[in-house]
Each structure stands twice: as structure tokens, then as C-alpha cells.
């Protein structure tokens, strides 16, 4: 049953063949039984979960219309608050804060009465590649579990990968919802910025932040993205427009005409083999489908990851400012005598890791008066001169598409001490940030040297959402007559898996 | 040394550079939709926004962005069609994001101007203020900090902070340098204060009360050699709140400054404090190492960019400028500067005119709130303005009046019953049975009483000594429970003794 995709389950869910409290059950079980091993969850809420199942099972029950997803378990990544659930970014410094209040994808998926299983690990305030930098412990990838499950949201994609939960939350600044999506075979979705509020998710870095479905199938992310998208009046970024028609297009996965775009920059030297073969058969897959495929430059690609390591730090460097032990979260050496700024101090020394604090004295000082034009003003500008290029791109493709990741998994441990070889990992993610547009990534085989697994990412315009999900699709249903099974059927079984 | 102001004078020149802060009075704050009342029990008028709970984001108060345009177009200022908000980036325990979401390089409001009139030497003269900026910012919260000697954070045993001030809009109007004033320097940001506030209060977006901290005002003082054109360097003098205060702070660091120049002492950069009671600065923050807010807009928020033809309407419902107003009053009254600036002072001049214009006599209607009203006012140290008596009151009683059913002094009665709150006038008059006795009958019959219980004083009338009558005037006063007209009973008095006034 856990093995089933979400929209499987909703129509079991929907037909009686199955209560919610079941399939919650069987998921809390599957938890148990793995989760030592993955460590995708940082906190599972047991009772919480089975009292929202046993809810939706009385509507049902009493004939209330439901939401499509009502019922389906999910796994929400910690760093969207939850009214009374610990939310700790993955954190100390937030170790023991319960959110008096919801954010509001959480409302989102109350109300379409998705079950929340508990949150899943994550790099510290989502600054990372690969799960390592949580403040309490790696979460482990379980294609092969001494390899890393991608990051920030490597919880939540590993949970899907694990059948710990058929959907989950991410947030992607970076790439930390496709990157982790790839190197685990599963689907991430970056919706377009503004698309999905921010209300509610603390902020990494809030002009590149932006929450998306995580899934198995093309066609639950579209389901999840519906029910969490939409105009906002508490996110003054939040678009004020409808949401575009995801389910309809994942459901139709036409790409007969369409046109996509191959960015000429992303892709070649530094990718793994394994990487670019997958990635030229679902080319051919998709041209096979009727989709006519071009060629597109983006020139200034080249300076995205630089321009995106000044702006993003330098958001987070103000936007952790407020975590000062004076109102929540953790309060260190408040002794007798100690003075605010002394607590202050140390309280962000204790409760800070590494890369954060790395993260915080780049961004303060790309900030400083006498620099902020060389460092932060340049990087808007190239913010602007990367938006262009897509523009420019999308005049002769409808959509844009690379590997999602140079590499696939790589082992535990193996890039911690190099952050710049860390910070490559999303060299095809970040642009897609830069410019506010829409990204997914979905699974496209395994690499032939490594047998683990390859994503393809979709760049569609704000907006213009939809699109990714026609071509994922497609292209899902391709490889899928192609491989017989989904790709996650022949991942290697977890010792006590369910 | 000590200097004398006019030793001062004849040597410097003054630069003023003057920065008001404006609490808007909203109902809502800047970025939450939290209540801004004012004394509310601390930390009840807060949410995850303004308390800065991980996750919350800002969204702008509409109706803050209104009043800014309204302040930047009475002040003479180009509304930007563009403008974005930008983070002020510093620690401090009081302010929940440790960042101040404020405006920077891309204010509201820029280059305006306010003309202010004070008396020279030389009679009347115009002096203008030039503004650099109007922008829009949230106020931090509050810290009280306990123990230790100087009632500042650091060396304090512990501090309470309370966040309901915590995102209270604010809005900070920056002059450009003024320089110029010469001696009249005091003067000039005095005016200017008292215009500006005028004008926010004729405007309706702010209680504009300097001592409860809605209208707040830094002086920047510097002095130069009369006749160079280098600024000297400045201080900032902080916590000046009252006109008065205004004037005193920058006379006082006038003369602070030439003081130190004249022995060969440098002014350091560094805000001052302004001590109320001595009219002395004590020194605060040096600013001589500029603190580095690293500024940069604002991702959380859209820019502001208002329509033009929104900006339009509010141009056209701007309401006359206050200092045009009084002029046009003053002379549609007939009223002498003196007793202008009388009204001005005590701050009944609107009451006035709102009595006025409930068809009171300009005179009448002056006398009253200036005389009496403002009598009982100071005798029970309270400001006019908090007495329970409206211009409809006052406006009823000298109608009244003007129609013969009361006296001078029963409307005296009448107004202290309306103050002491016991309904309005009508009522009073009902409650307390007070009435004029007008009918000469009763009154010929009170007259006839008095001179017979004073034959010998009304003798001393019959034979022309007139300064007798008094005696039986208040007689007939005291019979008549004092619902007589005095004037009245003093003719009909004199006509029965044979007499008439001289």
C-alpha cells in the first residue's frame, strides 16, 4: 500500500477501500521501521497524524465533499511552521520552538485535509547540498545509505524515496527541492517565485526562497502544487493570479508541438557520463513524443552561482539577525550579570553551525558600506542579465531543459570540507532561482557506473507552470513503457522495510 | 568661559539641519495588522510579525502609504513614482528582527519645502525650510532597562522590553541644511516645528503629541565662522520634546559649541541628549566611527508605486495650509495679533472657529474659551482641550446669551456645569432651574422690597449719591436668587429713585 502513488492512494482513500487512519498507520510503521536508518524525519507526530486521518475518515464517512488529497499522509520539511509542532530549521538555535501559529501552506493542506506526518531533516536553515549540515545528523539516501540524499530538503526526498510518506514539502533557493529529488529518483517542483506563499516559511534567502511539491509521480506533485498554490494577502510577493493548470496538463502530458530548449551551458564538462546519457535519451524520448527539440544559449549563466553566493548570503545574513535568544529558540549563558549583547553573542556562537555562520560574515560583509556595489549591486545586475537570458530563451522554446545535477549521489563526508565543490552541485538549479521562473526535476534512469539515480530538470516561465508538468509527463510515460516499472521499484530493499 | 547667545552671534554662523519623526496615528501598524492604541498593558498588541517569529513576513499598511503621500504633498515634495522599502540593519534587543524595515535611497517623498514667518528686528520675515525627504519606517519596541546608574543598557542589573510599539508606522521628515538663520536660528526650528505640526494635524494623520512621543524632533547643530561657507562639524541632539524645547536645545548648543571653539577645543560628532529641567545636552553615542547599517532594499515587500491619479486626488483634497488659514481667520475676525497669538497658544484656535461656525460671535466665542474656560483649565492644570465642553456648548450658551435668557454670569454657571459634566447646556439650565427674571413686575416688586428694607440707602439714591444703589442692587440680586440681569435691575432701580446714570 505505501508503495502506491498518492493519487492511488486518494482514489483507495476515495472509493473506501482504505481509511486514512490506515494508510497513516502503515506509513507511522514503515517510519518506525526505517527511519533509524534514513533519518528523514526530525519529528514524527504520531497522534497528531491519526487524529487529522480519523477526521477526514468521519467526513468521508459522513458524505462532506473532500479535496482530492484528503487523507494522503505527507511529510512536511521543518522549516514551515506548524502551530505547535517543533520547527527548528534543522537548527539548534531553534531547538524546542513550537510555532504558535501555521504557515500558510500548512492552512493549504489542513484544509485540503492532507495528513501531516512530522517534519523531515534538513541542512541548517537550508544552506546545503546534502543533509549534512543539520545540526542533528545526516539524513542518509536510501538508494545506498552511505551516500548523501541531496540537500537542503534531503529529509523529504529521502522519506518519499523510503515510502516513509508518498508526498512531501520542500523549499528550494538553490535547487533544494530538484537536487534532492535527483539524486533520490523522485519528483521536485519549484513552482514559480510567488506562486506558493512564503507566509510561514523562515526565510533563508526571501528573493529566492520558494516552497514546491515532492512526490513520486509527475502527476502527484501536480496534485500537491494545486493545493498549496495561490495568492497570498499575508506574502506581498505572493502572485495575485490563478494558478496555472497543473493537474490538467500532468494528466494530458502532451508535448506534440511544443518546443524545447536545450541550454547549451548546462551541460557538457563537469557533468558525470552516466549524467549526460540519461540525459540525451529523454531528449530523444521527448522528440520521439513530438516535441521538437532546439538548441538555446544563456551566456551568463556562467556567473550565476557567484552572483547567487553574494545575494543569498547577504539576504540570510539580515534575515538570521533575528535569532538573538531574546523571544524563542535557544538562550545560552544567561548567568547572573551576563549582559544581552554577551547572551546574544553567545547564543549565536552555540547555536549556529559552520556553514551558517560562513554564510552570515560572507553575506555581512557583501553588504558593507564601500562593498555593497561591488558585491551585492553587481550580483543583482546579473540577476537581471540571467532573467534576460531566459527571456531571450523562451522566445525560442517554450520550456528549457538540463540535467538537474553534474553528478549523482555522492558519499557521505566526501565534500564537506570543500564548500565550493559543494556549492557546484547547483549549478543548473540556481538560475532558475535568479530569474523567479518555474523548475522541476524528475527521474530519468540511473547513471550506467554508479546505478543511482539521474534527474532531468524543466524550466518553464512565470508563470507558465504548466508547461513542465505537460513535458514531465510525457517524458514519465515514456520511461516508464520504456522501464516496465517505475524507477523506484528497483531501489534496493531497507532492511525492515514494509 | 561662558559666552553670552549674543557673543555667540556676532562671531558663528548656525547650520541647523532639523529631523521630525511622526507616529501616523493608523489604527493598524505599519506591517501587521496589530492595534497601535497607545498604553495598552505591555506586550498584548503583538503577533508573530511584529514580534519577528521565524517565518512571518511584513505587509504594508496601505493607509500609512496614504498619509505619507498627504505629508509629502503639504510639504511641497515630489511623490516618487517608484520608491522601495530598504533594511536598516543593527542589533539591538528592542527591535524583534534586528533590522528596521525604513526607506533609503529611494524615499516617498523628496525635495519639498515649508516657509515659516517668525519677527525680526526688521519686522515679519519668511524663512524656508528646505526638505530633503519624507519616507516611511516602523518604530522599535521599548526598553526599560533596570538598575545601573545610567538608565542605559549597558551596566543595567535587567531590562523589560515591551514590543507593542514594535511596528507602529513612522514617518521621518529630513530638512536639508538651513543655514542663514543667524540669530534667529532658535527661532526658525521652532516655527518650523510648530508648522509642521499644524500641518500633520490639519491633515489628520497624527496626534502630533511631542510628549507622549508622536511627534519627535533631532536637532543637528553645527556652527561655522560667520562668512566661511565650511560646515563645522555637528551634534544631534535628541529627546527634545516641546516647542519650547526646540528653541532651548539649539540655543544652548549654540552657545555649547562656540564655546568650545572659542578655546580651541574641537565639537566632537555625537548625539546629545536634552536634559529638560537644566536646558542642557549631556552626551550620548559618539558617531564619529559611522555605524554601518548595510542597507539594501527590502526582498519581503514590492516596491511602492502609487498611481498618479491616486497621488492627484489627494492632491486636490488637501486641506488649506494652516499658517494661510490663521491669516484668512484673522482677518475675517478683525482680530489683533495679540490676541491671535493668544489663541494660538493656548491651542483653542480650532475650537474657536468650530464655535464660530456654529454661528457664535468671533469675539464672544473667543472670550469664552480664552476667559473662563481657559480659567477653570488652568485651575485644575489640565489642558482646554481635555475639558468636557465642546464648541457646540459654547456656542449654545453664547446664543443664549445673545437672546436675553441668560446672564453673563449665569452662563458662567452654565459652563462650569458643563464642564463638571453634567449634560449639555439645555439640560443644565432645566436641572438647575436657572432662569432670567425678566419680568419687570417681579423685579419692580424685588426693587420695592430692597428700598424698604433700606430706607436710608435709598434715600442717599433719591439725593444723587449713585455709588448707594449697589447695596440694593444686591438685594434684589440675592431676592432673585441672582437670575437677575444686573444691568436691568440697576436701571429700573435708579428710574424708581428718580435717578439716571450720570
Known sequence: MIRNSASEMASKLASGEVTSVALTQAHLDQISAVDKDVHAFLHVDTEGALSQAAAVDAKRKSGEKLSRLAGVPLALKDVMTQKGIPTTCGSKILEGWRPPYDSTVVTNLKKNGIVILGKTNMDEFAMGSSTENSAYGPTHNPWDLTRIPGGSGGGS???????????AIGTDTGGSIRQPAAVTGTVGVKPTYGGVSRYGLVAFSSSLDQAGPCARTVLDAALLHEAIAGYDPKD???????????????????????????????????????????????????????????????????????????????????????FDAMRYGLRVGDNDGASAESVMNLTREV????????????????????????????????????????????????????PTCPTTAFKIGEKTNDPLAMYLNDIATIPVNMAGIGGMSLPSGVAGEDGLPVGFQIMSPVMKDDRMYSVGASLEAALLSKWGAPLLSTIPALAGSK | MSLTYEEVVAKYEPVLGLEVHVELNTNSKMFCG????????????????????????????????????????????????????????????????????????????????????????????????????????????????????????????????????????LVEIVTKIVPGTGKYAPEVAKAYVAELRDILRSLGVSDVKM??????????????????????TRSETKNVNSLRSVERAIRGEMIRHAERLNSGERVKQETRHFQEDTGLTRSGRSKEQAEDYRYFPEPDLVPVAPDAAWIEQLRAAL???????????????????????????????????????????????????????SRIANERDVAIKDLSISATDVAEIVALVNAGELTDKLARQVVEGVIAGEGRPSAIIAARGIK????????????????????????????????????????????????????????LLLAHLGQSEG
Request: aromatic letters at 8%.
Open chain 1, 157 to 167: 526526498a529521502a522519506a518519499l524515496a523510503a515510502f516513509e510518506a508518498p508526498l
Open chain 1, 351 to 402: 547555536g549556529f553551525g559552520r556553514e551558517v555562520k560562513r554564510r552570515i560574515i560572507l553575506g555581512t560583509y557583501a553588504l558593507s558600506s564601500g562593498y555593497y556595489d561591488a558585491y551585492y549591486g553587481s550580483a543583482q545586475k546579473v540577476r537581471t542579465l540571467i532573467t534576460q537570458d531566459f527571456n531571450k530563451a523562451f522566445e525560442k522554446a517554450d520550456v528549457l531543459v538540463s
Open chain 2, 319 to 373: 486641506p488649506e495650509r494652516p499658517s494661510i488659514h490663521r491669516k484668512r481667520l484673522q482677518e475675517q475676525w478683525a482680530v489683533p495679533d495679540k490676541e491671535m497669538s493668544a489663541m494660538i497658544n493656548a491651542d483653542v484656535l480650532d475650537v474657536v472657529e468650530a464655535t464660530v461656525a456654529l454661528g457664535a460671535d468671533p469675539a464672544k466665542a473667543r472670550s469664552w474659551w480664552l476667559g473662563e474656560i
Open chain 1, 236 to 322: 506581498s510577493t505572493s502572485i495575485n493570479a490563478p494558478v496555472p493548470a497543473v493537474v490538467v496538463a500532468a494528466k494530458a502530458g502532451n508535448v506534440k508541438g511544443m518546443k524545447i530548449g536545450v541550454v547549451k551551458e548546462l551541460n557538457g564538462d563537469g557533468y558525470q557520463k552516466g549524467v549526460r546519457t540519461r540525459f540525451e535519451e529523454s531528449l530523444e524520448l521527448l522528440a520521439a513524443a513530438g516535441a521538437e527539440i532546439v538548441e538555446v544559449s544563456a551566456p551568463n549563466f556562467e556567473y550565476a552561482l557567484a552572483a547567487y553566493y553574494l545575494i543569498a548570503p547577504s539576504e540570510c545574513s539580515s534575515n538570521l539577525a533575528r
Open chain 2, 34 to 169: 496589530c492595534s497601535t492604541i497607545f498604553g495598552a498593558e505591555p506586550n498584548t498588541q503583538t503577533c508573530p510579525v511584529c514580534l519577528a517569529l521565524p517565518g512571518a513576513l511584513p505587509t504594508v499598511n496601505e493607509r500609512a502609504i496614504e498619509s505619507t503621500i498627504k505629508i509629502g504633498l503639504a510639504l511641497n515634495c515630489s511623490i516618487a513614482p517608484f520608491s522601495r522599502f530598504a533594511r536598516k540593519n543593527y542589533f539591538y534587543p528592542d527591535m524583534p528582527k534586528n533590522f528596521q524595515i525604513s526607506q533609503y535611497d529611494e524615499p516617498i517623498c523628496v525635495n519639498g519645502y515649508v516657509d515659516v514667518e517668525i519677527e525680526t528686528d526688521e519686522g515679519p520675515k519668511v524663512f524656508r525650510i528646505e526638505v530633503e525627504r519624507v519616507h516611511m519606517e516602523e518604530d522599535t519596541g521599548k526598553s526599560l532597562h533596570v538598575g545601573g546608574a545610567t538608565g542605559r543598557i549597558h551596566g543595567a542589573e535587567y531590562s523589560l522590553l515591551d514590543y507593542n510599539r514594535a511596528g507602529i508606522p
Open chain 2, 436 to 491: 432670567v427674571v425678566n419680568d419687570d413686575s417681579a423685579l419692580m416688586a424685588a426693587i420695592e422690597r430692597a428700598c424698604a428694607g433700606q430706607p436710608e440707602t435709598a434715600q442717599k439714591v433719591r439725593d444723587g449719591h449713585l455709588p448707594a444703589a449697589g447695596a440694593l442692587i444686591g438685594m434684589v440680586m440675592k431676592d432673585t436668587k441672582g437670575q437677575a440681569d444686573a444691568a436691568k435691575v440697576r436701571a
Open chain 2, 211 to 232: 510628549e507622549q512621543g508622536s511627534l519627535r524632533c533631532d536637532a543637528n547643530v553645527s556652527l561655522r565662522l560667520i562668512g566661511s561657507d565650511v560646515l563645522g
